[in-house]
């Protein structure tokens, strides 16, 4: 494993001197990382300044250091998003980085580092060509603010979704786009779902379920009226949680009627349902939540999709130990 592994980079922009977490930050020079400020030294606005002059628009942080940061982001998102402090620019790139670091987990085989690669590729192409558009940025922004885990949940649901999709089919640069923007807002109705309902540990009750399955119906009007996006994005925030038995909502449609694109997502967002809790703490093994995909919700989902999500998420080695 090279030295590459170990740092992750961070946005200069979206680090607060003074507030920052007290970890030690790198700065990467002729391709090394060097130690810029220790663990025990605050990160002042002077080093912030003196950063930003020489050109420097990422420092990097040990992996190890990576649950404190992430702590760190969650507590401050809403503040910092809803706060003048920051540029608009700067917001997104917080948005920015904070997806890239979330894409990590989802490929927690070091093994699928290629997957992995290529799945930063996706999110960075999706969030560069997102950051065109003031509206859609303004909706990743209102779910980040609203409820930060389904805002890291429909990341993950996004990378894998577009893992699936160019796994398993050819679409062009553009469709890409499209399900990635469509599969990242998918959940995008849950703005309209009271936090006491989705952050509630344990059961819902019945008024409360019925609550949250309004989601996919009122995203859907709610961005179809702001008009943004396209009619690919726009079905897979209104049907993803259709399945193919007829069971799901909605609409209640069967296998074909429901659009391949929506289909995937489903699939993406029950395995990243079942592998992630709603704190981000990893629940269930890969293999086993495919296994219960496959057993368990065995009506719910095309076969096709699932060899095709577990080609991706389970490393050959875990296969050759279940047989
Ligand atoms: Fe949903």
């Not at 980040?144 to 429909?154: A, G, K």
């Not at 796994?167 to 309209?192: C, N, Q, R, W």
């Not at 489903?266 to 890969?286: Q, S």
């Amino acid at each position: 494993m090279g030295a590459k592994e170990f740092f992750v980079p961070i946005s200069l922009e979206s680090i607060e001197p003074i507030i920052f977490p007290d970890v030690a930050l790198y700065i990467k020079t002729g391709g090394n990382y060097v130690l810029y400020k220790s663990n025990g030294r605050d990160f002042s606005v002077y080093d912030h300044e003196r950063l930003s002059k020489n050109g420097v628009e990422f420092v990097f942080v040990s992996k190890i250091d990576m649950d404190t940061i992430t702590n760190h982001m969650e507590v401050s998102a809403e503040r910092l998003l809803n706060s003048n402090i920051l540029s608009s620019r700067a917001k997104g790139k917080m948005i920015y980085q904070t997806s890239i670091n979330f894409v990590n987990d989802i490929f927690n085989n070091p093994e699928k580092s290629t997957d992995l690669a290529r799945t930063k590729r996706l999110i960075e192409n999706l969030m560069m060509y997102l950051s065109n558009y003031p509206d859609a940025i303004n909706s990743l922004e209102t779910v980040m603010t609203h409820n930060y885990y389904t805002f890291v949940h429909s990341l993950q649901v996004a990378s894998l979704t577009l893992m699936m999709h160019s796994a398993g089919y050819t679409l062009s640069p553009d469709e890409m786009l499209d399900v990635g923007t469509g599969a990242i807002l998918h959940d995008f109705g849950k703005i309209f779902v009271p936090q006491e309902i989705l952050n509630k540990h344990g059961k819902l009750s019945e008024a409360e379920v019925e609550i949250l399955k309004r989601h996919p119906e009122e995203g859907y009007a709610y961005l179809q009226d702001k008009g943004v996006l396209s009619p690919v994005a726009l079905t897979i925030v209104r049907l993803h949680h259709e399945r193919c038995n007829g069971s799901g909502y909605p609409l209640g449609l069967e296998n074909k009627d429901i659009p391949r694109s929506a289909q995937i997502t489903g699939v993406a967002d029950i395995y990243c349902t079942l592998t992630t809790d709603n704190r981000g703490n990893k629940t269930m093994p890969p293999h086993i939540a495919v296994q219960l995909m496959r057993n368990q919700m065995k009506d719910l989902f095309s076969p096709i999709l699932l060899d095709t999500l577990e080609k991706l998420v389970c490393t050959e080695d875990v296969q050759q130990f279940l047989l």
